[in-house]
Structures are given as C-alpha cells and as structure tokens.
C-alpha cells in the first residue's frame, strides 16, 4: 500500500508563503500524476493543484490559480507545492494523492482513493 508523507506546512500570516512537499519510501511517483489536496473542517477534501508524470502539465483551482505553484524532482521523488499570497481561506490540512483525475480546474482523487497520508497542517492568521 502506497504511503505518501507530506511535510512543510506551519503557521504564516496572510500574505506569506509556505512550500509543501511530498514523496514517498519504498514508491516511485515518477511514474505518476501528483495531486495536492485541501480538507478544511467541516468539508471534504479540495482539489487544489495537480502535475502529470512528466511535470510538464499541471492544474489548478480557481481559489489558488496565480498564487500556488505545482512542481516535481522525479530524480529526488518530490512533488512540491510553493504556495504565495496565503490568505486564512488557504487554512487546512494538506494532502497528496497518487494519479488523481485532473480537467482543467477541477482536480479530484480517484474513485474510492483510500492512501491518504497524515497531511499538513497549514494554518494561515494573524
């Protein structure tokens, strides 16, 4: 069973940036399109950004598009999401999903996804 481990979240203010990350021991995700994935309390989990197997497509919601950035080092078997101009709406616990269903601005995992990793928090406030 496949185990991603995300990392890199914290606590900023608005305006402030945070890189997340996520790779996987004993997986390789080059082989696979990376999805970054949003739960805030009382929702279920957002999409929010995805890159294909090679980095050379990558997706975006609405809500971050022109502040997050989706990127990969498949030699270092790392997805990264740069995240600028957080905002306390951005607040969550963050999670990334191997081969999630991506089309245009509306990223969701694949049906019956259950490798959730523990996620990160990301807490955005004053």
């Known amino acids: 069973q496949v185990q991603l481990v995300e990392s890199g979240g914290g606590l900023v203010q608005p305006g402030g940036s945070l890189r997340l990350s996520c790779t996987a021991s004993?997986?390789?995700?080059?082989?696979?399109?990376i999805g970054w994935f949003r739960r805030t309390p009382g929702y279920e989990r957002d999409g929010v950004s995805c890159i294909n197997d090679r980095g050379r497509r990558t997706y975006y919601a609405d809500s971050v598009k022109g502040r997050f950035t989706i990127s990969r080092d498949n030699a270092k078997n790392m997805v990264y999401l740069e995240m600028s101009g957080l905002q306390p709406e951005d607040t969550g616990v963050y999670y990334c999903?191997?081969?999630?269903?991506?089309?245009?601005?509306?990223?969701?995992?694949?049906?019956?996804?259950?490798?959730w990793g523990q996620g990160t928090q990301v807490t955005v406030s004053s």
């Open positions: 999903a191997t081969d999630p269903v991506c089309m245009g601005s509306i990223i969701t995992p694949q049906p019956g996804y259950r490798n």
């Open positions: 004993d997986y390789t995700l080059a082989n696979h399109a």
